[in-house]
């Protein structure tokens, strides 16, 4: 891969990434009209689909392809302003960094906060020369009430005085006012604030202010949003990976290929010519008569390769695979592990496909339900035929899986 196309991946997965935590940490808070769960629902869907266009880019960039194809739009969505760590009769009001102080050498200051009827405080003494952080917090009990408390918001203001403490007394260095107007609609009011001597312009220092409630002191705190979102338009043409079951199906495909083409060219072989397609014949009988043994219900397939992922059907299996190939590569500290890294990547899109459609609707549980026993059905059959073959160790694993799946089915 190019430069170019390196950094384009990063760039894609680093969206992905931050799109599928900002779904999932929205899909409580997210409404839409008067329905509570509609839009929570899409920003669910949109989090599974990102989930599973990453787990297709990383594959694009493994196998060195060109970056997909994407698209940024932009969803209008009603948002609820709420501040959750707070109580419902609580203001927490919060004094932040002091910057720019405009002082000669070092001094010790400290700041009051006064609010008629709510808040008479002051921080504790910080010594600073140009910059320091008071890290103080007011919690200030209100009450709400529909009518005094928006009034005292829409008049309310936050005096905030700058003092130098000195041997005796104290002087104002500077004094600064925040209207708590904005608490109407919004439950958070954040300000840089510059504190200023009385009847001057002159700026003596910096001082950041958050202020917040619960929710609003007057709207019902919802607030419309555009937010962006990436959506993959077009996926390079990804090569199929040659399975085990492919090379085999490809090995055997080759012969009868061979095969055909002989029996076509036999009338036209000179009566010198040795007839090699009786040899032929002969080579494929004891094949024929190996899928001829095989129980009802089982392919040659499943007994060449009956461990391969396309055949772990429960959520429990899937899982428990997962969980012993990162052992596997723990074990081996990550040397070699290309074949167990690329089968968890495909039991992980697995996993994602069945939790979407379980999600949307599209597999009840009926439906699951019905679908592992029948998986249940065909690996007793495997087992017992592996045993037969004497291949203990893809027993005693198609067994497992069938013990797994046992007990999803008696939990369920």
Do not use: W
């Amino acid at each position: 891969l190019s430069a170019e196309d390196v950094k384009k991946y990063s760039l894609i997965a680093s969206k992905l990434r931050a799109q599928i935590n900002q779904c999932a940490s929205d899909a409580r808070l997210l409404l839409t009209g008067d329905n509570e769960n509609e839009q929570s629902k899409e920003m669910e869907r949109i989090a599974t689909e990102s989930e599973m266009a990453l787990q297709k880019v990383s594959q694009c960039e493994k196998l060195c392809l060109s970056p997909p194809k994407f698209q940024v739009y932009k969803k209008a969505v009603k948002t609820l302003s709420l501040n959750s760590d707070i109580h419902e009769n609580e203001m927490r009001v919060t004094l932040g960094k002091l910057s720019n102080v405009a002082t000669k050498g070092t001094v010790d200051v400290y700041c009051t906060l006064k609010i008629e009827n709510l808040l008479d405080a002051h921080t504790s003494t910080k010594r600073v020369k140009f910059a320091t952080d008071f890290e103080h917090t007011e919690r200030v009990k209100i009450v709400r009430d529909k009518k005094k408390l928006p009034k005292k918001m829409k008049f309310g203001r936050l005096h905030i005085e700058l003092c130098q403490k000195k041997l005796f007394g104290h002087d104002v260095l500077g004094v600064a006012v925040v209207k708590l107007r904005p608490l109407l609609d919004s439950a958070s009011l954040t300000e840089t604030v510059t504190i200023k001597p009385e009847n001057d312009r002159k700026t003596v220092a910096e001082l950041g202010v958050d202020i917040k409630l619960r929710t609003p002191a007057q709207s019902e705190g919802y607030t419309i949003v555009e937010k962006q979102f990436l959506r993959i338009t077009e996926y390079p043409q990804i090569p199929m990976a040659k399975t085990t079951r492919a090379r085999r199906a490809q090995s055997q495909a080759i012969p009868a290929k061979q095969q055909q083409q002989q029996l076509q060219q036999k009338p036209v072989r000179k009566q010198s010519e040795p007839a090699k397609p009786m040899q032929t014949q002969a080579q494929s009988t004891p094949k024929k008569a190996v899928d001829a043994n095989l129980p009802d219900g089982l392919t040659q397939e499943m007994v060449d390769d009956p461990l391969a992922v396309s055949y772990i059907e429960s959520f429990e299996c899937i899982m428990n695979e997962i969980e012993s190939c990162t052992q596997q590569i723990a074990q081996r500290n990550g040397k070699g592990c290309g074949d167990l890294s690329d089968r968890i990547q495909e039991l992980q899109t697995n996993k994602s496909i069945l939790e979407a459609q379980v999600s949307s609707g599209l597999l009840t549980l009926e439906q699951y339900a019905a679908k592992i026993k029948q998986a249940m059905v065909s690996d007793l059959k495997l087992a017992k035929y592996l045993k037969t073959q004497n291949r203990l160790e893809e027993t005693h694993k198609v067994l497992l899986r069938y013990k797994l799946m046992k007990k999803e089915m008696e939990g369920a």
